[in-house]
């Protein structure tokens, strides 16, 4: 049985919700991403985020779905319960965990970044010329990472509330910018003077697209809330809302990025594009500070603090209800569920902000912006690929009604697109991911004693073994016995395999 010691409140409008789902995923991803998507694809970073938009619009219908039918704290951390059982159910969740567990690091360790733009003025370096942070970076990293507590320690609805008035403020305050850069920094010769629009083709263009997929996360927060939500029926809305309004900031700020490029200013040489993905800052303050435009560069800093603080105390919150859902599925400890005053999973919030904190800054390899989102994103579409096999298996044994026209094609197209994310995001994220959400699942399985449904979940544990060897294989993995165009191909024809074997192998 469940443990539940209190009630989530319901309260929670689509306002909300639609607030939540942009201001949690505008942040980090728009400020760095479309610099370290132009190092593989240039100018063309733009169709990478239509794509992106494309793709996750396709995952987003999948949680429309579930969401509906399973209104549930971390939901999507559970719904392949329903329809695979447990072991299934831990892979997904664990990868889910992980995933989480990354990005509020990511996101305090962006604000650090933009608090050295501005302090190392006073000679106290808080990022090195490599990116990574210095032992004082790292512990106010940590700092703010604790600053984030209190937005999730009281009620839901003071969640709701501070993230409607902040997030707007976020929102309005990255839009100010937007019109900065296209006013002042506008030149159209980026796009086209080196090496053209597409100088990597669309090799480089679908490389850029995992980077652009760690931006678009903010609506897997929405079902994440889906108890706390007044109407349930609202979910679909907020969800698709999201994708839509995402997409177009994120295009408009990677049009904005391309044009304002200062190649001088920044020390790079013109046109070379790969250089871009080393920039020790955020791009965008160090854009802004090679111009002498005093009020935009002041403007950007406040952005590059503000915006990666809301999204990471909005993806904490997302975060502590996923651990609440791991343990209401018994794969940690049922104190976990326990609910403070304020009907806030407490437990839940101390533990995640205590392992986030030790996952980012001492077991990651790479303590980069880069290295840690390649990471995260890895480890998410591992855990969001089952939902779309989760949701067509239930819908094929007669025990959800499809809500979406064509629901067989749309769980398709999101369990393939997943797929090509993770390989997109190349070697060693892959089996860097692979390997903690392994260690995870042993010891937590082993702990908590869960043998169940094996039988139901070895096309999940043989697809995500397949992912990692096509990584090894591919262009970019150690062997590179396949081009970039072969392995996105067999990846893609095996995720179908994979896709079928998973709906037959259903409860």
Known sequence: MEKKTNYLRKELSLLNLVIIGIAGAVGTGVLFSSAGMAAVAGPAIVISWLLGGIFYLFIGLTYVQLASYYPEAGGPSRYPLYSHGRITNLINAFSDLIWYLFIPPIEALAVVEGLNYFTSNYKIVLINSNGFPTPLGAVIGVLIMLLFIPFNYYSVRFFGMSTTWFGSIKLLLYLAVLLGFLIYFFHFSNFTAYGGFAPFGFAGIFSAIPLAMFAFGGIRVIPDYAEETKDHSVLGKAIIYTVLG????????????????????????????????????????????????IPLLVLTGIIGIIGPFVTGYIYQGGGMRVLFAISRSRYVSEKI???????????????????????????????????????????????????????????????????IVGSNIVSALAFIFASLIIYWSGWPSVPYAVLLLLIACIVFSVIYKVKEDLWNSIWYIAYIGFLTLVTFIGDNGALAILNFYEASAVTAIASLVFYYWGIKSSK
């Not at 326990?338 to 904190?357: D, H, M, Q, R, T």
């Open 246 to 293: 995402q997409t177009a900031i994120y295009v408009a700020f990677a049009i904005a990025f391309i044009a304002a490029l200062d190649w001088k200013g920044l020390g790079i040489s013109p046109g070379n594009w790969a250089a871009l993905s080393n920039l020790p800052g955020n791009p965008f303050i160090d854009i802004a500070g090679t111009r002498g435009v």
């Open 337 to 403: 569920q326990e609910l403070n005053k304020y009907s806030i999973p407490l437990w839940a919030l101390i533990v995640f902000v205590i392992v986030g904190a030790v996952v980012a800054y001492i077991a990651a390899p790479l303590p980069t912006i880069y290295g840690l989102i390649s990471d995260s994103v890895v480890a998410g579409y591992i855990g969001f690929s089952a939902n779309p096999v989760a949701m067509q298996a239930l819908i094929s044994k007669g025990k959800m009604k499809p809500m």
